[in-house]
T-cell receptor
Framework: DQQVKQNSPSLSVQEGRISILNCDYT??????FLWYKKYPAEGPTFLIS?????DKNEDGRFTVFLNKSAKHLSLHIVPSQPGDSAVYFC???????????FGQGTTLQVKP | GAGVSQSPSNKVTEKGKDVELRCDPI?????LYWYRQSLGQGLEFLIY????????KSGLPSDRFSAERTGGSVSTLTIQRTQQEDSAVYLC???????????????FGEGSWLTVV
């Protein structure tokens, strides 16, 4: 039972263009949604989050959009840079359980 | 240290042997999580400790897997009679608390890379 899904295993974009990473979830009780970035041989690092009562959160080049009715969130990176090349994990957090459930990850490649 | 520390960073073991993976969370963090990432897979929840509450073990894949957290700090993940499918990166994370957490104060360690041959 995959509660958090990232259906695109990989994405390739040109430097300077927009990267859009998508994530779907099934449980309407999640309180927060987060994006993590992971480089090879390193642990994931937090990128940006959004509360379930918001529909948008922006931090520099990164914006997360939440569509609760569709149970869908997306991460926009603009402009994309080669250093953004990494695996991006979407995660959903439930305050009731304390669990953080991750999607499968999307590998982003930004080409110079 | 300042971050979540895991050891060993790399472990190669023979099939059937037991392994122990250690996690030192950030001092003062009451919540501790174990995840694993197998090749080509996403991060899979294993177990969650919160203070003195009974741990949430719902993610442990089989009874060969167990975890303890002694004194509310250091945690050990034990895998008995390892199998090749146990090969993965085992990640530990800690946070100040579970209830009402925004999520962005969860800190991950670098992981323990387990290879079962």
């Amino acid at each position: 039972d995959q509660q958090v899904k990232q259906n695109s295993p990989s994405l390739s974009v040109q430097e300077g263009r927009i990267s859009i990473l998508n994530c779907d979830y099934t449980n309407s009780m999640f309180d927060y949604f987060l994006w993590y970035k992971k480089y090879p041989a390193e642990g994931p690092t937090f990128l940006i989050s959004i509360s379930s009562i918001k529909d948008k959160n922006e931090d520099g080049r990164f914006t997360v959009f939440l569509n609760k009715s569709a149970k869908h969130l997306s991460l926009h990176i603009v402009p994309s840079q080669p250093g953004d090349s990494a695996v991006y994990f979407c995660a959903a957090f439930s305050g009731n359980t304390g669990k953080l459930i991750f999607g499968q990850g999307t590998t982003l490649q930004v080409k110079p | 240290g300042a971050g979540v520390s895991q050891s060993p960073s790399n472990k190669v073991t023979e099939k059937g042997k037991d392994v122990e993976l250690r996690c030192d969370p950030i001092s003062g963090h009451t919540a501790l999580y174990w995840y694993r990432q197998s090749l080509g897979q996403g991060l899979e929840f294993l177990i969650y400790f919160q203070g003195n509450s009974a741990p949430d073990k719902s993610g442990l894949p089989s009874d060969r897997f167990s975890a303890e957290r002694t004194g509310g700090s250091v945690s050990t993940l034990t895998i008995q009679r390892t199998q090749q499918e146990d090969s993965a990166v085992y990640l530990c994370a800690s946070s100040l608390g579970g209830q009402g957490l925004s999520g962005n104060t969860i800190y991950f360690g670098e992981g323990s890379w387990l290879t079962v041959v």
